[in-house]
Nanobody, 113 residues
Framework: QVKLVESGGGLAQPGGSLTLSCTAS????????MDWYRQSPGKQREWVAM???????KVAEAVKGRFTISRDNARNTIYLQMNNLKPEDTAVYYC???????WGQGTQVTVSS
């Protein structure tokens, strides 16, 4: 069983920045690719970014050039650096591994002027 704890969300101005963290416990973090997702009211959960066990990354087109995913295996943590935030980035952000069965509480990001 893996426990995932997301943090770092909050209120940001359009054009502002936030850094999200996701800490995993209960398994060998280094064995898994990890993903960030987000979900807004009335919308399906959306994939945002991925980082492989080796550090390769992919991001969704909607956040390309603005968001950066990284990982620190020693701390069992992945990060999402969010720059140039837009109102449409408003969502609850979650982390998970591919096909992960257990979801954390997520962290709320609100982008508003």
């Amino acid at each position: 069983q893996v426990k995932l704890v997301e943090s770092g969300g909050g209120l940001a101005q359009p054009g502002g920045s936030l850094t999200l963290s996701c800490t995993a416990s209960g398994d060998d973090f280094r064995r898994y690719n990890m993903d960030w997702y987000r979900q807004s009211p009335g919308k399906q959960r959306e994939w945002v970014a991925m980082i492989s066990t080796g550090g390769s990354t992919k991001v969704a087109e909607a956040v390309k050039g603005r968001f950066t995913i990284s990982r620190d295996n020693a701390r069992n943590t992945i990060y999402l650096q969010m720059n140039n935030l837009k109102p449409e980035d408003t969502a609850v952000y979650y982390c998970n591994r591919p096909q992960g069965a257990h979801w954390g509480q997520g962290t709320q990001v609100t982008v508003s002027s």
